[in-house]
């Protein structure tokens, strides 16, 4: 009997040593549960460059950045729950901080009101033009050779522009051509330049006195290349909305578009053509307003699309060898700053 008992008490005690350990082992499985269940944890010093293998440290960065986004959502629900709850009594939503609304300041930046850039503007080249002294006669011409793809171009923009007459080189130099413009009665003398049978160019010069601006064209998108557009464009005179042109330069170039278009549009067309300025690249859009019923009004773009970005300024009529500057596009000393802007 008592060899028995003691027996017992040896299993008991096995028994009471084994139960901590399954409790462990059991608490560190939950542990890892929960951790694979929240995502990988990184230490607070962890930094995925660190790690040499690439597709091990791809797979990780993966992982991080799919972590942050979890976070981001979380926050943004828990957020929106609070505001809900608080009802009227939730706080305006915080501004979000854009390039555009952290520029820094221009000095050249125009105040309507400012009675010298009003007396400027009133003697400068185009006033003729505002005060409807001239009517705007464009020409449109290409680099010599142009290809089909340019030629096309030219030939969309002649729709868009009213007066507009297309003519080729035929390899004359433009100082040859602006005096045979000015004898016609033109008032605008535009060349679309190509490299590779792509428009990258574009030089639009103010008839008799100047100024003359470089473009670099980019993204041209033709109409056929372009999704769910509407019907090709008539011949009526189209509005023209020029957007956040804010500096002296900006409003030279805003008005040197501007001349460019009749002075009365004909609403009955229900064509615009629009030059919205954002961080100095200019984007042309061509639309034509859709009236669903009296409240509801649709947009259908027609085409064709393109950006513009200033490359120079120049006083005058053409001149690549003698002619003065307004201003020259310098990428290294005016792009020190992404919140720096021109127009």
């Not at 942050?68 to 009594?89: P, V």
């Not at 002296?248 to 919205?276: E, K, N």
């Amino acid at each position: 009997k008592p060899k028995k008992g003691k027996t017992k008490k040896v299993k008991r005690k096995v028994k009471s040593d084994e139960a901590p350990v399954q409790e462990m082992e059991q608490a560190e499985g939950e542990e890892t549960e929960k951790k694979s269940e929240s995502g990988p944890c990184f230490p607070p010093t962890f930094s995925v460059s660190e790690i040499k293998n690439k597709q091990r440290r791809h797979s990780m960065f993966l992982k991080l950045k799919e972590e942050k986004r979890k976070q981001k959502l979380e926050l943004k629900k828990k957020k929106k729950k609070e505001r809900k709850a608080l009802g009227d009594k939730a706080p305006p939503k915080e501004v979000p901080k854009t390039i555009e609304n952290q520029r820094i300041y221009d000095e050249t930046t125009v105040n309507p009101e400012d009675e010298e850039v009003a007396f400027d503007e009133g003697t400068d080249e185009f006033s003729a033009y505002f005060n409807r002294l001239t009517n705007p006669k464009v020409l449109i011409t290409t680099s010599d050779r142009p290809r089909g793809r340019t030629v096309r171009f030219c030939e969309q923009l002649a729709t868009v522009i009213p007066h507009a007459h297309v003519y080729y080189r035929r390899g004359l130099a433009l100082k040859r051509v602006i005096p045979q413009c000015v004898s016609r009665g033109f008032t605008y003398l535009m060349v679309i330049n190509e490299d590779r049978k792509v428009p990258n160019g574009l030089v639009l010069c103010h008839l008799p006195d100047g100024p003359t601006a470089h473009f670099k064209v980019s993204n041209v998108r033709l109409r056929k290349e372009m999704k769910r557009r509407g019907k090709d464009p008539t011949e009526h005179v189209p509005e023209v909305i020029l957007n956040n042109f804010t500096t002296r330069l900006g409003h030279s170039i805003g008005r040197m578009f501007a001349a460019l278009f009749p002075h009365d549009p004909q609403f009955v067309g229900r064509q615009v053509a629009t030059f919205h300025n954002q961080r100095d690249f200019i984007f042309f859009r061509f639309h034509r307003y859709i009236f669903k019923n009296e409240k509801k009004v649709g947009i259908q773009e027609l085409g064709p699309r393109f950006t513009l970005k200033l490359r120079s300024l120049q006083k005058g009529t053409f001149d690549s060898k003698f002619g003065e500057y307004e201003w020259v596009h310098k990428r290294h000393e005016m792009d020190s700053s992404r919140r720096k802007f021109h127009l």
